[in-house]
C-alpha cells in the first residue's frame, strides 16, 4: 500500500497559504509519501501549481487530482500531461474527471449531458496523442480535425510517451466498469469498506470483460485524519461536511455522491439527510449523518483503532491510501502524516 496526500481545492489561491503548503509537501516527501494531488475545482488550477512543485521535489510522484475535462479541449490535455511528465522526469499521472454539472455548465459553460461519453472520448484523444500518432477522431463530442473547416490532421510535436499513467475519478456503476476497461487507476471517493461492491466491483468487472488483470489497476482511496482519544469529538465537526456532499454536490437530481454512498450501504440515511439539506435544513441534516459513515470514509482516533480502518481498507482492495492529516498547525499535521505513513509501512510488513 502506497500514502498519497492532496492540496488545493476550492478554497486555495491565497500566496500566503501556497507558500506554508510548499514547505508541507517538501516535508511530505522527505517523510516517504508516494503521491502529491493536485486539486482543482474553483480555485487554483490542478497544473500550475504541480509544475512548480516538479522543481522544488526530486522522487514524490505528481498527479493532478483531477482535471476536469470540460475545462480543457482533449488535445491540450494531452500537451499539458506531456509537458508535466516531460519536467517532473516521468513523475506525473494525469487524473481526469468530469466534475458536476454545477460546475461545468455553471463555470465553464459546456453542457454536462453524457458525461461517461465526454470522459470516453477524452482519453481516446488523449491516447492518441501520447501515442504519437496524427490525432484523427469523429465521435459525439468531439471531431477532429473539425469537419467542414480549413484543418488536417495533426501529430503533437513533444515525443511520444505512452507510459503517463492514466486514472479516473469516476463514481457511477458504467463509469467505474469503464475504468476497469480503459484506466491505470481509479481515484476513488465515497469510498467505504463495508461497501466495496458499490465502487471497486464495477472496477474490477470492466478489467475482468477487457481481458486485463485487475490487479494492474491502481485504487485509490481515503480521507481525512486524526489520531485522539476522544472519537466523538473527532467525528461529530465531519458530519456537516458529509451532510454537505450528500445535500449540496451536484444538483437536485444528479447527485454522484449520494448515489454512491446509497449503493454503498447508506440508502436511506443519504435520501433522508439530501432531503433535510434541500429543504434548508441543514443542522438537522448534519446531525442526522451515522457516525458509522463519518467512521469508515475517515482515518481518526487512537493509533490501533486507526491502524483498523487502515488495514480494512487494505483489505477491501484498496492500494493507494489518500490521506488528508488534520492539526492546529502544519507540526500536527505532519506528525500525523508521520505517523500514517509508519502505519502503512507495518502493514506492508505483515
Not at 10 to 28: H, M, N, P, R, T
Not at 287 to 316: C, H, I, K, M, S
Request: glycine share 10%; aromatic share 6%.
Amino acid at each position: 500500500m502506497k500514502v498519497s496526500i492532496t492540496y488545493g481545492g476550492a478554497d486555495s489561491g491565497k500566496k500566503d497559504d501556497w507558500d506554508e503548503q510548499v514547505d508541507f509537501l517538501i516535508e511530505a516527501e522527505r517523510m516517504g509519501v508516494d503521491i502529491i494531488w493536485s486539486a482543482e475545482a474553483w480555485g487554483m488550477d490542478g497544473v500550475t501549481t504541480l509544475a512548480y512543485l516538479a522543481a522544488v521535489t526530486s522522487k514524490v510522484t505528481l498527479g493532478t487530482g483531477i482535471l476536469q475535462i470540460s475545462a480543457r479541449a482533449p488535445v491540450m490535455t494531452a500537451m499539458t500531461a506531456l509537458s508535466m511528465a516531460a519536467i517532473s522526469n516521468n513523475r506525473f499521472i494525469l487524473g481526469l474527471g468530469v466534475s458536476g454539472p454545477q460546475v461545468v455548465e455553471g463555470l465553464h459553460g459546456v453542457p454536462f449531458a453524457q458525461p461517461l461519453k465526454r470522459l470516453q472520448e477524452t482519453v481516446d484523444i488523449v491516447r492518441q496523442a501520447f501515442a504519437g500518432e496524427k490525432i484523427l477522431y469523429d465521435g459525439r463530442h468531439h471531431s477532429l480535425p473539425l469537419a467542414g473547416g480549413q484543418g488536417k490532421s495533426l501529430r503533437l510535436s513533444q515525443p511520444a510517451n505512452e507510459q503517463i499513467p492514466i486514472w479516473l475519478a469516476t463514481l457511477g456503476p458504467q463509469s467505474l466498469t469503464y475504468t476497469g476497461t480503459s484506466a491505470d487507476g481509479w481515484a476513488g471517493t465515497c469510498f467505504t469498506p463495508s461497501g466495496r461492491a458499490a465502487t471497486i466491483d464495477h472496477v474490477q468487472k470492466g478489467a475482468l470483460e477487457a481481458g486485463r488483470d485487475p490487479a494492474s489497476i491502481d485504487y485509490q482511496a481515503g480521507g481525512a485524519l486524526q489520531f485522539g482519544d476522544d472519537l466523538d469529538a473527532l467525528v461529530a465537526p465531519r458530519k456537516s461536511g458529509v451532510a454537505f456532499t450528500l445535500g449540496a454536490m451536484g444538483s437536485a437530481t444528479s447527485n454522484f455522491y449520494n448515489d454512491a454512498y446509497s449503493r454503498g450501504g447508506f440508502a436511506a440515511e443519504s435520501k433522508h439527510i439530501q432531503r433535510l439539506w434541500l429543504d434548508g435544513k441543514r443542522d438537522l441534516a448534519a446531525a442526522e449523518v451515522p457516525d458509522e459513515l463519518v467512521l469508515q470514509t475517515n482515518f481518526l482516533g487512537t493509533v490501533d483503532q486507526v491502524t483498523d480502518r487502515v488495514r480494512a481498507y487494505r483489505d477491501a482492495g484498496i492500494n493507494v491510501l489518500r490521506v488528508a492529516p488534520e492539526g492546529d498547525s502544519p507540526q500536527d499535521r505532519l506528525d500525523a502524516l508521520g505517523q500514517i505513513v509508519d502505519i502503512v509501512r507495518a502493514l506492508n510488513q505483515e
